[in-house]
């Protein structure tokens, strides 16, 4: 517990005792749980877990607020374009910097949104392109792959896949899931392939954000993630196992509406994205 302490401690710049009056004062306010505490560390409660996506959208809220005030309040140009989960984690994360250290008196308003979300944001024209997994409706949008990282489960590793390496879609028949919720096209691709292979998904809990696949503290349950995002999050007491059926893999893809033309600044950022895709996409 300590040592959890200590890390978000270090990376908020306060000192251990700080976080743990902070977190002490808004389970007073919220008259709620937030973490379980116990000798194995820490666990995010149901509270924490309900809470953790708004608060996420609200801190983007105010990252977006202090970018606008400090690139002039819009008298410099604006860039929108949508991020969808894991986009900058598994690929995007390079190139964006690259393009706002080059681009410093351009204000980057980065939506982020699940896959679904990213979609509705350049149909309304909210975004000029999006970073958004697949399939994609080659009927609404021009798309670009960029690049694809294995699907898996995270799981305890003191739980039933103990010892494995990998895991198939029959693996999973009956175990306790945590997934992304049904409008997000992560669910979709799960629920197709377990179809195809009669396996009957026991989804108990459906979340909004990858990170909540990884916060719980039950060994008989997997979260249901990419490998990259769970090198990200990775603990001790968590193993990542990665499908071994071929058609699961998360594929991410720049889309725009189909015919629409960018604006400079955009067709910029989209050049650099592209010349970040491995090398024989290039």
Known sequence: MSGSFAKAAERCSVSQQGISMAIKRMEN???????ERSRKGIALTDHARYLLPAAERIIRVMDNCDAYFASGMGEKPELHIALTWGAPEEFA???????????????????????????????AHEAEFALSAGPVELALYDAQFLCASRYGIVARRDGPFAGRESVDMADLDGVPLIVMREYQKTF???????????????????????LLTHQYDDPARAGITTQSLAARFASAKLVFLPFRDPPLDWELYLIKLRGGELSPLAA????????HRPHGLR
């Open 93 to 123: 994360e390079a190139p964006l910097e690259e393009f706002k250290r080059e681009n410093p008196d351009v204000y980057l308003n980065v939506r982020h949104d699940h896959d679904t979300g990213c979609e509705a944001a350049v149909s």
């Open 29 to 35: 306010e919220l008259s709620c749980k937030l973490f």
């Open 268 to 275: 910029e950022l989209e050049r650099r994205l592209l010349a």
């Open 188 to 210: 979709h691709v799960l629920s197709a392939a377990a179809e195809s292979t009669g396996v009957r998904l026991n989804v108990q809990e459906r979340v909004d954000s990858t």
